[in-house]
C-alpha cells in the first residue's frame, strides 16, 4: 500500500508564496511519477502539474505556468509545489497523486494512489 501526506498549505495573501511538499511511504515508489490536482468548492478536481521519477519531465496547467514549479527529492520520496505570486483563484484543497508513468495523464481517474488534501487560502 502507499500513503501520500500532503502539507504546508494555509492563509497567504495574494501576490505570496507557499510550497506545498508530498512525502510518500508504502511500497517501493520506484519509477513512480507524482502530480498535484486541487479542487476548489463547487468545482472538479483539475489538474496542476506533475513530474516524472526521474524529474526529467514536468507538466504544468496553463493557468499556473510561470507561477508553480514542481519538484522532487527522491532521496526523501518527497515531491514540492513552489507557488508563488498566488492569486485568490488559487483557493483550493490541494491534493498529490501517484502512478507509474505520468508523462500526458492530466485525468485525475488516471492516477492511483491520493493523499488526504492539504488546504491553501489566498485571501485578497
Known amino acids: 500500500q502507499v500513503q501520500l501526506v500532503e502539507s504546508g498549505g494555509g492563509l497567504v495573501q495574494a501576490g505570496g508564496s507557499l510550497r506545498l511538499s508530498c512525502a510518500a511511504s508504502g511500497r517501493t515508489l520506484t519509477g513512480y511519477g507524482t502530480a498535484w490536482f486541487r479542487q476548489a468548492p463547487g468545482k472538479e478536481r483539475e489538474f496542476v502539474a506533475a513530474i516524472s521519477w526521474l524529474g526529467r519531465y514536468t507538466n504544468y496547467a496553463d493557468s499556473v505556468k510561470g507561477r508553480f514549479t514542481i519538484s522532487r527529492d527522491n532521496a526523501k520520496i518527497t515531491v514540492y509545489l513552489q507557488m508563488n505570486s498566488l492569486k485568490p483563484e488559487d483557493t483550493a484543497v490541494f491534493y498529490c497523486?501517484?502512478?507509474?508513468?505520468?508523462?500526458?495523464?492530466?485525468?485525475?481517474?488516471?492516477?492511483?494512489?491520493w493523499g488526504q488534501g492539504t488546504q491553501v487560502t489566498v485571501s485578497s
Open positions: 497523486a501517484t502512478r507509474r508513468s505520468v508523462r500526458g495523464l492530466t485525468d485525475k481517474d488516471e492516477y492511483e494512489y
